[in-house]
């Protein structure tokens, strides 16, 4: 099936908020976590690239968060799309999804890796046995907090939720957590072993998140993630 593109906006230098619309379907069934591949002949060959809808499910649109590589082979296409433009994708797809809605859970993002959790988040919230959820998220700047308002005005609804960014390359007079996603793990977990970590950026990251956890005796069925690279 197609996807058209309906709109963008910038979110930060080399990162866009995509909203396509997926004309061949009424309702674009998917749950949150999920992606979708879109594929282009580009150059003569087929290039496929999944990308993590960054949505709630709403008729058949949806949402991506995407950071252009300049010299990348395919996001570079797709931040040259203009609205009525349209790639080649198929149906959402991909295990990245919440396993135990009832079950407290830590989501753990760097850059473009936020785009599941913005689906995720209010789901598992809204569950009507939802436990305490912590998102730490890692960027370089305070301009690339992307969705912060929206995880911010999510935190000020439900008590439950934590919303925890952290630069890497923070200005002097940035007030709140700085350093790695690694190093705020300790903090968000506490003494706790019973919850669930989800995990999603480049591999680099998502290995040494996944290491410490193990070092700190998490099970594997504890630990869901999706690697970008
Ligand atoms: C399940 C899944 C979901 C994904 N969801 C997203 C998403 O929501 N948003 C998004 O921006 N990307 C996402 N990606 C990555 C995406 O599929 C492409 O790999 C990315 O757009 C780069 O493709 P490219 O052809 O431009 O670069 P390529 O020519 O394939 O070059 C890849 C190189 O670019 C670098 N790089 C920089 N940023 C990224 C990045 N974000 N992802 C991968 N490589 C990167 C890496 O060093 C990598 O070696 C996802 C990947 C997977 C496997």
Redesign the pocket.
């Known amino acids: 099936m197609r996807a058209v593109l309906v709109e963008t906006r910038d979110l930060a230098p080399e ?1 866009r908020h995509f909203v396509f619309a997926a004309p061949d379907v009424p309702e674009l069934h998917f749950k949150p976590g999920q ?1 979708v ?2 594929s282009e002949m580009l150059g003569g060959k087929k ?1 496929i ?6 949505s709630l499910p709403s008729g058949n649109r949806f949402e ?6 300049p ?8 931040f040259a799309m203009k609205p009525g433009d349209s790639v080649e994708m198929t149906q959402p797809l ?1 295990f ?1 999804v919440i396993r135990n809605p009832q079950k407290p859970a830590i989501f753990v993002a760097t ?3 936020i ?2 959790f913005r689906s995720m988040a209010p789901g598992y919230l809204d569950h009507p046995e939802a436990k305490d959820l912590t998102l730490i998220f890692g960027v370089r700047y305070e301009n690339s907090i992307y969705y912060g308002s929206e995880f911010e005005a999510l935190a000020a609804k439900h008590s439950n939720f934590r919303f925890w960014p952290t630069l890497s390359r923070p200005d002097p007079s940035w007030p709140g957590r700085h350093g790695h996603v690694q190093l705020h793990l300790l903090e968000a977990i506490g003494d706790r072993r019973d919850l669930d970590v989800y995990i ?3 591999k680099a990251m998502v290995d040494d998140v996944r290491a410490i956890l193990k070092e700190m005796g998490f099970d594997r069925k504890q630990i869901v993630f ?4």
């Open positions: 990162v992606f591949s879109f290039i690239r999944p990308y993590s809808i960054a991506l968060c995407l950071n252009r590589v010299e990348g082979h395919f996001s570079p296409h797709l991909g990245f850059g473009t890796g785009a599941p999603c950026g480049m999706e690697k970008y690279d």
